[in-house]
């Protein structure tokens, strides 16, 4: 069972409880029952009309409104109710909710949001995408072995390189931080591949992308817009002259293929790792079918068991809290 | 006079040489004498063969080889033989040889690498894009006076706009560092936009956007890859089917223009902002004709006293070393 917050995307609860029905798994359904339509199938519905808004300060709203509709999804995955948590666009308080209520894999010190990005050479997982705007080596540590754990089970990587995002490719680039978790990580049992930079984000040239939360924020906010940019721009400029139209339109069908191909919701959203439960936070602007992917996503992570796993890998890569306790952990 | 360092650049001296001559402004010219033809018309030559590479640690291959080039065009702007320092591509030595022999403007904690990016929407100057990889409030407060100086007076924007780069658009978003720069910029006299996110830095949203050289490194550097990704994709569709490539034949015109109108060769590289006379980095790949955008935009920074508007912006705004030294400054 995958419990889902249908409040919070940009499509209303309609959209969501669209994306549960469709995904064939069996969904517990948070949300306005009167915008949600009957339980039936594989969805039951549970009314929890009450959202918590993005703008609202996520820890103390979700410590505040047990009746809100995230808090009660989450709830339901700390009582054994549901396997996994999906929320449909809010990413504050459902890390929020998640954390307090699913509660982290012993050991780790943060939760990372990590985004899973479809690039035309193949997808990517950035973390952490803007869960921890400060973070310490340790941290980057118990990062990129979460994010490892993620892509080899759940996305069947085949030992998934990780990258270290820094400023240069050589061990010495970046801050001091960054140089600690570089050394770490080289001495540890992951294919790392050491420092990659900006430019090596959107080409893929590695399977995971270890960055603390606010540099990674931008990059993924970076990238979004830069590709929109440009395909806009290579739009108006077709439509600038008649001949240009005309060829605009013989490439619509390659193009169309490429953007369905490309397509965030397809891929399901992000995913935060590091909790006892596996959580998806679906983009707001998700219709149905990304409903639907993040849902089949969540399914996945409980069936290939990323948590345990992810903990398993944790300890016998010796980055959990405990183990590192006596080297240069200042917890 | 503009003292060039022709070492550097990806396609060799005699790129450089070229450009220094199409640029029609007086050249001093460092490099390999017998790659960059005799000394006539605008362009003097002085044989200085010895090259810094971008791999030796740069402040210590300064210090150590006072024969090379960079060093040598740096030192004659700073005994006044010439008003400002270009080179062709090596970041770190030129940031190094322009820092010690240049100096910084008085009251200023540190140069900061300003990258200006022509974007479809207008022209955008991030900085910093990899001087300083960390930073305080302070130094912030300081890049976002003399990135809008240059705007204002080099680039002849009127009034620019200074957004916070973070990961949210409210004020409370971002790093404690973050948010006392944001205090101090909203108290400030600049048009300060407040934060802005990754999204606004592709589509121009403010003219000067401020952050740390970490950061600033990563979205640049994410940026360009992403728009070169972007465009390889759609050019990769449309060959895969006959009737797109007839298409793509009929697009070429209006995407070549596009291109032009974005061409970094057409902008001239990223500029050093804070040092007593304007200093400009070629991106490595530049050809003769980014070479003379470089030099004719070190020309322009020269005869609009960018300088001297700079020290005086930031002296009206008391965002000097000295009138913050009672406050917030630590050193």
């Known amino acids: 069972m995958i419990a889902v917050d249908a409040n919070g995307a940009d499509a209303g609860p309609e959209a969501v409880a669209e994306g549960a029905r469709r995904s064939g798994e069996r969904v517990l359904l948070f949300g306005p029952a009167d915008r949600l339509g009957p339980s039936e199938g594989n969805v039951e519905v549970v009314d929890a009309p009450e959202r918590i808004g993005g703008d609202e300060e996520p820890v103390r709203a979700v410590r505040g409104r047990p009746e809100a509709s995230i808090v009660q999804a989450a709830a339901a995955v700390a009582d054994g109710r549901a396997d996994a948590l999906v929320s449909a666009g809010a990413t504050g308080p459902t890390l929020a909710a998640a954390t307090l209520a699913v509660k982290r894999i012993k050991g780790v010190h943060r939760p990372a949001i990590a985004a899973l990005l479809p690039l035309p050479a193949g997808r990517v997982l950035l973390l952490d995408a803007g869960a921890n705007v400060e973070v310490r080596p340790e941290h980057l540590v118990q990062f990129a072995y979460m994010g490892v754990a993620f892509m080899e089970h759940v996305e069947g990587v085949d030992r998934p390189r990780v990258g270290l995002l820094s400023v240069g490719a050589e061990a010495g680039k970046g801050t001091p931080d960054i140089r600690a978790a570089h050394e770490r990580l080289a001495a540890g049992e992951l294919a790392f591949a050491g420092n990659v930079e900006g430019f090596d984000l959107p080409s893929a040239a590695v399977d995971v ?9 931008v990059a993924l906010k970076t990238m979004e817009a830069t590709s929109k940019v440009t395909r806009e721009a290579i739009r108006g400029a077709i439509r600038s002259s008649a001949v240009a139209t005309v060829g605009g339109l013989l490439i619509r069908g390659a193009v169309d293929g490429l953007r369905a191909r490309l397509d965030p919701e397809a891929v399901g959203g992000a995913i935060l790792l590091g909790l006892r439960r596996p959580v998806v936070i679906g983009h707001g602007s998700f219709g149905p079918v990304g409903l639907a ?7 996945r992570a409980v069936d290939e068991r990323m948590v345990e796993r992810t903990a398993a890998a944790l300890a016998a890569g010796g980055a959990l809290r405990s183990a590192a306790a006596g080297s240069v952990s200042r917890e």
Chains 1, 2 share one sequence.
């Open 209 to 217: 992308v270890v960055t603390d939360g606010f540099t990674g924020n």
């Open 293 to 299: 992917s993040a849902i089949g996503l969540a399914r």
